[in-house]
């Protein structure tokens, strides 16, 4: 989550043991979102201060506000992890901030950051979609395997290599840690949450950073195929976000992104389908917007 916390902490990552060799195999959602495959005793809800029915993809600019929330069904351990649309995964709860314990009491409200921290959580470029992941454990989780605290200064741990990398990576190494070697609890004893919020181009209370000035694109006018190929000092993030809000305002949501080098795919969901595709060769772009 690469965002500006007052408290110049870098956020981390790490999760610990829980389930057992024998059991089923966590499984990994289209959206590369760790799934228990059984029922669990325990349910957990995550969500943001601008969608609190955790449902949507709410849209924030840099210099915004954000805070998460989060909700269990029993007495249970949280972990909140952020994962931005660069792929850097960050470690939200627990921190060794006031309030930056993750013990949560059931049917009551945890808040990030909560009145009582000493930071505020302030968006930022990278633009695109952000994934606040929430995972809810009975027993309290070994950690240190994939993040820690560098020294006793630090308020938030540091994430390992191995997690980094986007939603794919975190999937994969929780998908192990939930099924140790060693000292197994019942399978049945953690659950995951997901929460979206996007990260839109525009000027909020800090103006992001810009090489180039922004121009009027392309208009997509809601056909069912729709290309069009352009000239453009813009990067691609910045074109990619302008369509992407289009979108997003005519009611489509994120489903996932995918983006190589000079080119983006990314896949909405409305009361269709729509593929957003932006290729660019030395600033001649070609969007493509294909609904099914």
Do not use: C, H
């Not at 059931?106 to 009582?116: E, H, R």
């Not at 810009?210 to 993030?237: D, E, G, H, K, M």
């Not at 289009?246 to 409305?270: K, M, S």
Request: charged letters at 15%; proline letters at 7%; zero cysteines.
């Amino acid at each position: 989550m690469n965002k500006t916390l007052i408290s110049a902490a870098t956020l981390g990552l790490s999760l610990g043991l829980l389930g057992a060799p024998a059991f089923a195999t966590p499984k990994i959602s289209a959206q590369s979102i760790i799934v228990n495959p059984v029922p669990a005793d325990v349910s957990v809800q995550v969500w943001t201060d601008r969608d609190s029915s955790g449902s949507q993809t709410p849209n924030y600019l840099p210099g915004d506000r954000i805070r998460l929330y989060t909700r269990v069904s029993r007495d249970a351990y949280v972990y909140l992890f952020n994962v931005d649309p660069n792929g850097q995964v960050d470690l939200i709860l627990p921190n060794r901030y006031a309030g930056g314990a993750n013990f949560v009491k059931a049917n009551t409200v945890k808040a990030f950051p909560s009145a009582g921290d000493g930071f505020t959580f302030d968006i930022a470029a990278p633009y695109g979609l952000n994934k606040v992941l929430a995972l809810a454990s009975l027993s309290p989780l070994d950690t240190s395997s994939i993040a820690s605290f560098r020294s006793g200064q630090d308020k938030f741990a540091t994430v390992a290599p191995a997690a980094q990398g986007g939603s794919q990576q975190l999937a994969q190494a929780l998908s192990i840690v939930v099924n140790p070697v060693q000292n197994p609890v019942p399978q049945n004893s953690w659950i995951t949450d997901v929460a979206y919020y996007n990260v839109a181009y525009g000027s909020g209370n800090v103006q992001p950073v810009q090489t180039n000035p922004v121009v009027t694109l392309p208009v997509w006018r809601n056909q069912p195929n729709w290309r069009s190929q352009f000239q453009s000092q813009q990067t691609v993030a910045q074109i990619y976000i302008q369509y992407a809000n289009e979108l997003q305002n005519q009611g489509y949501r994120l489903v996932n992104r995918d983006e190589r080098g000079n080119a983006v795919n990314a896949r909405f969901q409305g009361e269709d389908e729509a593929q957003l595709i932006i290729k660019v060769r030395g600033g001649s772009f070609d969007v493509q917007i294909i609904r099914r």
